[in-house]
Structure formats: C-alpha cells, structure tokens
C-alpha cells in the first residue's frame, strides 16, 4: 500500500443480473485522494465465511506493505467483527 493513505475501506454491494451474487472489496485513497480498488471478490452471500475467505487473502496480499497503522472504515462492522473471532 505505498503511496496510499493508511486508511481501508471495507464494503459490499449487490449484483443485480438473474445470479444474485455479492460483490465484496476492499478500496484505498492514493496521495492525490483517488480512489484505488485492492481487492474484490464475487461470492454466494455474505456470510462470515465469505468474509474470512476475503479478509484473509486480502491481508496476505497488503499484510507486508503495510508499516503504518492502518485505519479500517466499513459500515458491515458485524460482518466483519465476526469473521475475525
């Protein structure tokens, strides 16, 4: 994550074709404030286990670019507390 803000933003969103999937990502700002994707994933449904899956291929992926302390904005904080118990 070098040149973007220490700061991760956590969100879902819904697809809207005869598939019904969830479109979960992960989002940065760089140092002009625009907006940079780090992840995503197409799942089934958000459950904790989909979560898990994300959050842990997301934090392999930035765990080691990561030397700040890293602020982390989401409104799913239930969903994600609970795939990190």
Request: contains cysteine; hydrophobic residues 45%; aromatic residues 8%.
């Amino acid at each position: 994550m070098k040149g973007c803000l220490p700061l991760l933003v956590c969100d879902r969103t819904f697809t809207t074709s005869k598939f019904h999937q969830t479109l979960l990502f992960a989002l940065s700002l760089d140092g002009n404030n625009q907006i940079i994707l780090l992840a995503w994933a197409l799942v089934q449904s958000e459950n904790k286990q989909n979560w898990r899956f994300f959050l842990g291929r997301l934090c392999n992926a930035i765990g080691s670019m990561v030397t700040d302390p890293l602020t982390i904005l989401s409104d799913r904080e239930k969903a994600l507390i609970n795939a990190t118990d």
